[in-house]
């Protein structure tokens, strides 16, 4: 059920998924061309999860770095956000943080992960140290009230436990907690004041106050992977970036215990993702919301978008297959996912909201020497 339209206020937002460095990469590539039309530097919200909320939390701490000219373009983008992204998506991050964690008692794989984050990129800074506008909205999951909790710059909680106003966690922290995959990342334990939680109309669990002094955080995805409720009925126009896994068919199903469960999980997250899609594009399609919807494995030809950027049929498949770790990318692997975002983010923009672009730049791809054919 839509939200009612007085509701939302007017401004653009952005949901970036998860997807480990496939979606970082993804993401970078969608954030270029925004850029180059006009429509970055009029993001009111970003929210994200998982491999999203890595290429969000840089992005959120370079924002003050980046030259917006008279076009609302910033020709530094590449140096101040891609180049670094790239040289983290270049690195083994995932196992080195695992073996870590499991050889020193006093820090788990998650918190090595944070501490990746820190050292390579920069996001020992302050959630205080983020801009005010746009607000960056970085989404985990508890897993003790099964909500999603947030991180940004006015506040952190869940609406069952209420908020914590200007909290001081670094980037890192929320960012990792935003990313913690289960079982092997998850979950990032982080011992809190309870009494810096404020109660909230409708936190029915604040009076208990376990939830509110230990908090056992995940990846946003477990909850929501595309990021899409903070945005969801708050602005008038919503894009949506999808670079999670595809629910994979599979005909020789085995009946073995340990199978059965996993995916029966798979099957449950599915069902939620594919719900939350259907509800956006619903209210695209009853324009009560503007804005576009792509993921990894849209079609380009389904937008119909003059001048879309030739992507074959077969490179779609073959880069919505890869690897959703956060292991080193090659620079093929690199610029073809960075070229795809491009690619189908601008055709899905231009097709699905051509009101929000202000410089309506000719597409190119950003590394020609990958074509995606």
């Not at 007017?10 to 590539?29: C, N, P, T, W, Y």
């Not at 083994?92 to 008692?105: K, T």
């Amino acid at each position: 059920m839509a939200l009612r339209d007085e509701t939302r206020k007017e401004g653009i937002a952005l949901a970036l998924s998860g997807g480990g460095f496939r979606a970082v990469l993804f993401h970078v590539g969608v954030l270029r061309r925004l850029n180059e039309l006009g429509v970055l530097a009029r993001l009111a919200r970003i929210s994200s999860v998982s491999g999203g909320s890595i290429t969000a939390g840089h992005l959120a701490l370079r924002w003050s770095h980046l030259g917006f000219d008279a076009n609302a373009q910033a020709s530094n983008f590449i140096d101040e956000v891609e180049a670094p992204l790239r040289d983290f998506c270049s690195r083994n991050i995932d196992v080195g943080s695992v073996i870590s964690g499991a050889l020193n008692p006093f820090r788990s794989a998650g918190e090595e992960v944070a501490n990746a984050y820190r050292k390579h990129l920069g996001m020992d800074a302050s959630l205080q140290d983020l801009p005010d506008a746009p607000r960056f909205v970085f989404n985990a999951t508890n897993y003790a009230t099964g909500v999603s909790f947030r991180f940004s710059k006015p506040f952190a909680g869940d609406y069952r436990i209420g908020l914590i106003r200007q909290p001081r966690f670094d980037v890192a922290t929320a960012v990792a907690c935003s990313s913690a995959f289960p079982p092997v990342l998850a979950p990032i334990e982080l011992e809190v004041d309870p009494a810096l939680f404020e109660k909230t109309d409708g936190a029915d669990l604040w009076p208990q106050e376990d939830f509110r002094r230990r908090l056992l955080l995940a990846d946003g995805g477990v909850y929501d992977n595309l990021g899409l409720e903070t945005v969801w009925g708050r602005y008038a126009t919503v894009l949506a970036s999808d670079a999670g896994k595809p629910f994979e068919l599979d005909a020789g199903m085995a009946s073995l215990a340990p199978k059965q469960i996993f995916r029966v999980m798979d099957i449950g997250l599915n069902q939620a993702l594919a719900l939350r899609k259907r509800m956006l594009i619903r209210e695209y399609e009853q324009k009560t919301v503007a804005g576009a919807f792509w993921a990894i494995n849209t079609p380009i030809q389904d937008f119909e978008a003059p001048g879309a950027l030739p992507v074959s049929a077969q490179k779609i498949a073959d880069l919505s297959s890869i690897r959703t770790r956060l292991d080193r990318f090659t620079e093929q692997e690199q610029c073809e996912l960075i070229n795809w975002g491009y690619a189908v983010s601008d055709a899905a923009v231009r097709a699905r909201a051509p009101e929000i672009v202000t410089h309506p730049l000719p597409a190119a791809l950003p590394y020609a020497r990958f074509p995606l054919q």
